[in-house]
Nanobody, 120 residues
Framework: QVQLVESGGGLVQAGGSLRLSCAAS????????MNWYRQAPGKQRELVAS???????NYGESVKGRFTISRDNAKHTVFLQMNSLKPEDTGVYYC??????????????WGLGTQVTVSS
């Protein structure tokens, strides 16, 4: 199994910045894609950004040019630098990864989420 622990959420004014971190631990042999999702109240969970093990990145349209995803493979950690935050960025941000486990098992894992609130 893989445990994901997010940190770095909080309350920030519009135009401000936050940096989220997510550390993975457990019995994984390899972590493949690492992703950030978010869920606003009353809305479906949406993909914010993703990064492959080779550091190729992909962003949701609403965050392009404002958010940057990165990872430290040695520390099994993924980051999300969020700049120029808007009230519509408010939500619970979840870390997600796909990992290879022993015995040829591949699994998908989620963190518990961290709240980001952007005030206008």
């Amino acid at each position: 199994q893989v445990q994901l622990v997010e940190s770095g959420g909080g309350l920030v004014q519009a135009g401000g910045s936050l940096r989220l971190s997510c550390a993975a631990s457990g019995s994984m042999l390899r972590i493949n894609d690492m992703n950030w999702y978010r869920q606003a109240p009353g809305k479906q969970r949406e993909l914010v950004a993703s990064i492959t093990s080779g550091s190729s990145t992909n962003y949701g349209e609403s965050v392009k040019g404002r958010f940057t995803i990165s990872r430290d493979n040695a520390k099994h950690t993924v980051f999300l630098q969020m700049n120029s935050l808007k009230p519509e960025d408010t939500g619970v941000y979840y870390c997600n990864c796909n990992a290879d486990l022993p015995a040829g098992i591949r699994g998908e894992f989620w963190g518990l989420g961290t709240q980001v609130t952007v005030s206008s």
